[in-house]
């Protein structure tokens, strides 16, 4: 399976932008997906994660800003990041952590090649 995430760019403070990861290949199910965020110098960290019936946790940090949600029948998942901050700059990236093919073979820890989110005025 691959990960594709799309939907980051350069936004001002308190601006607004939804990202996307859309898994391709002949997909099953997939179990919880994850948003994480990697800062230059820092490490990553998890921004969100959403099970496959739904449940969704969050960092402090965008509690109340972000929402995590996903599309099973798209095997897509989404971030919508509100009240941008500085603070969110980083390279966003999502993960997925079980794939289960239509096969029956299953993949685990899979993970997207990023896009870069910029809160700058």
């Known amino acids: 399976v691959q990960l594709q995430a799309s939907g980051g760019g350069l936004v001002q403070p308190g601006g607004s932008l939804r990202l996307s990861c859309t898994a391709s290949?002949?997909?099953?199910?997939?179990?919880?997906m994850g948003w994480y965020r990697q800062a230059p110098g820092k490490q990553r960290e998890l921004v969100a994660i959403?099970?496959?019936?739904?449940?969704?946790n969050y960092a402090d940090s965008v509690k109340g800003r972000f929402t995590i949600s996903r599309d099973n029948v798209k095997n897509t998942m989404y971030l919508q990041m509100n009240s941008l901050k500085p603070e969110d700059t980083a390279v966003y990236y999502c993960?997925?952590?079980?794939?289960?093919?239509?096969?029956?073979?299953?993949?685990?820890?899979?993970w997207g090649q990023g896009t870069q989110v910029t809160v700058s005025s």
């Open positions: 959403i099970g496959s019936g739904g449940r969704d």
């Open positions: 290949g002949n997909i099953a199910s997939i179990d919880s």
């Open positions: 993960s997925a952590l079980k794939v289960v093919y239509a096969s029956g073979e299953y993949e685990y820890d899979i």
